[in-house]
């Protein structure tokens, strides 16, 4: 199946700090990633599509300045999540998509603000 | 934009009995289905998915079924078993690039 490794898998900061979660396609070149937040008990939001080579596309109410996500290669996506506050905290997770070979999601990152 | 809508959002059932979940989605140029089942704190784990060209598919004790027409699709589980406890979502998308728009989830518990 699809492999994506997404580092680290927990991670708690100080409020006012900066953490950056890696995504990467280990067998495929992904051209485009998404990032996902998942708050407890609910469902798993886009937050973001993450373009190879070009600028991220924000879903409606994702502050872009806040969330910087880098596409610099085929294979690597980066989210920073910048001066973290409490509200913050969530499940991170990525994905990419294999056009008909499927999808591949990371194994999530939980990012704790305290 | 796409919506997709899940019910329910919580379900019991008795071990061995059948457990149905329903989606409807908006988005006539979605084509592509997948259920995932998701554990505490884990990444999705897809369970079956179905293309736009078929109307059920079955693996072993999970089928799913797709009416395009009414833009609806179901998750059925069989002789459900306490470790088919877990939530699970639907989703859709199209054949191009874009994401997969999530239902809200259904939290299944199976009683032994």
């Known amino acids: 199946g699809a492999v994506v490794s997404q580092h680290p898998s927990w991670v708690i900061c100080k409020s006012g700090t900066s953490v950056k979660i890696e995504c990467r396609s280990l067998?495929?070149?992904?051209?485009?990633m998404f990032w996902y937040r998942q708050f407890p008990k609910q469902s798993l939001m886009l937050m973001a599509t993450?373009?190879?080579?070009?600028?991220?596309?924000?879903e409606q109410g994702v502050e872009k300045d806040k969330f910087l996500i880098n596409h610099a290669s085929l294979t690597l996506s980066t989210l920073t999540v910048t001066s973290a506050h409490p509200e913050d905290s969530s499940f991170y997770i990525c994905s990419d998509r294999r056009g008909t070979g499927g999808i591949g999601f990371g194994s999530g990152t939980r990012l704790t603000v305290v | 934009g796409e919506n997709v809508e899940q019910h329910p959002s919580t379900l019991s059932v008795q071990e061995g009995d059948s457990a149905v979940i329903k989606c409807t989605y908006s988005?006539?140029?979605?084509?592509?289905f997948p259920w995932y089942k998701q554990e505490l704190g884990k990444r999705p784990q897809l369970i079956i998915d179905i293309r736009s060209n078929v109307g059920e598919k079955k693996d072993q004790r999970i089928a799913v079924t797709l009416n395009k027409t009414a833009k609806h699709f179901s998750l059925h589980i069989t002789e459900t078993q306490p470790e088919d406890s877990a939530v699970y979502f639907c989703a859709a998308t199209d054949s191009g690039n874009t994401p997969l728009v999530f239902g809200k989830g259904t939290r299944l518990s199976v009683i032994a």
């Open positions: 993450s373009n190879e080579g070009s600028k991220a596309t924000y």
């Open positions: 988005d006539s140029a979605s084509n592509y």
């Open positions: 067998d495929f070149q992904a051209t485009t």
